[in-house]
């Protein structure tokens, strides 16, 4: 497999950034979710701990797919027969993706500097976790959350339309060897 993408699939680089990033934002989303409804100190610590290295990698690693679409490679070109009005739902999508993502990194940092949980959560400092809904970056990171889980479900529910309902391969140009 190719590195660079062509104008019917994606290369190596994208398969494995997208795949990587997928799982670590799954990954922080489900610690997320947890440590938010956690009330226990302890657990809510080692949620954290779990959470927060997981958000700054999909984090690092979106801001390398961004450079990489932008400088690096070229996306494939869309199926001959899917409808425009897809086309840009996709592109809408996935530029959401990358804002949300985003987004969520930069509020994510202010909470956990303007709360001043990181000794708690990564030096074993002894003392109690503030409330992070005190602190505003909290509501948007909240909301993020909510509107990252509804676009994966528009970019997962899509992804397997085409693959179930219309059988026209795109999912395979996301996949690692010889396309079906």
Known sequence: MVLKSSRTRYGAVAIALHWI?????????????????????????????????????????TLVRIFWWLFVDKKPAPLINTPNWQHRGARAVHLLFYIVILGMGVSGVGMFVLSG??????????GQLPNFWEYQPRFPHSIGAKLFVALLIAHTGAALYHHFVLSDGLIWRMWFGKQN
């Open 21 to 61: 990033t997928a799982l670590l934002l799954v990954g922080a989303l489900g610690s997320g979710f947890r440590a938010a409804d956690t009330v226990e100190p302890s657990t809510k610590i080692r949620l954290l701990a779990i959470h927060i290295p997981l958000a700054v990698a999909a984090i690092g690693l």
């Open 117 to 126: 949980a990181g000794p708690l959560v990564f030096a074993g400092v002894e």
